[in-house]
């Protein structure tokens, strides 16, 4: 019975993560404007894609940084919100490793690795389609009082 009734709170609670990223999507209109689709959410962890295009590269010819960190950040977003509290960066770092070019079909894993009450700590990794790490991110979340969506 334990083992079902946990298989249901899992359900749930991944059901939940993907209304609340549906939910933050719809307001989100700078991952629309990049055009970021969902592919994964579930508590603590999101999977996000994006294509780069020709008004996301800089001067050098490389993906502008500030979108790779728009890109990310919006995984860390997704993964923080998906408990379905109100939640926001209280912080946020990024390395970028290998630039991304036009054309690059890139994914940001984001996943917790720790989170307490009200604050928590989310790492992301930027893939392109060649399976190369692009950035890593480390985002620090504060909770704040609310709920995103009535559950």
Known sequence: ?????SEDDERQARELAQRTAM??????????TLGIKIVQVSPGHAQLSMLV?????????TCHGGVLFS????AFAFACNSYNAITVAAGA??????PAMQGDELVAVAHEVRRLRRSGV???SVMNQRQECIALF??????LDGKLISD
């Open 138 to 143: 480390r985002g620090r979340s504060h909770q």
């Open 1 to 5: 019975m334990s083992d079902a009734r």
């Open 71 to 74: 890109f990310a950040d919006s």
């Open 93 to 98: 770092t990024i390395e970028f490793l290998v």
């Open 23 to 32: 939910f933050l999507l719809e307001r989100d209109q700078m991952s629309q």
């Open 122 to 124: 989310y790492d992301v």
């Open 53 to 61: 295009r020709a008004d996301m590269v800089n001067g050098h010819g």
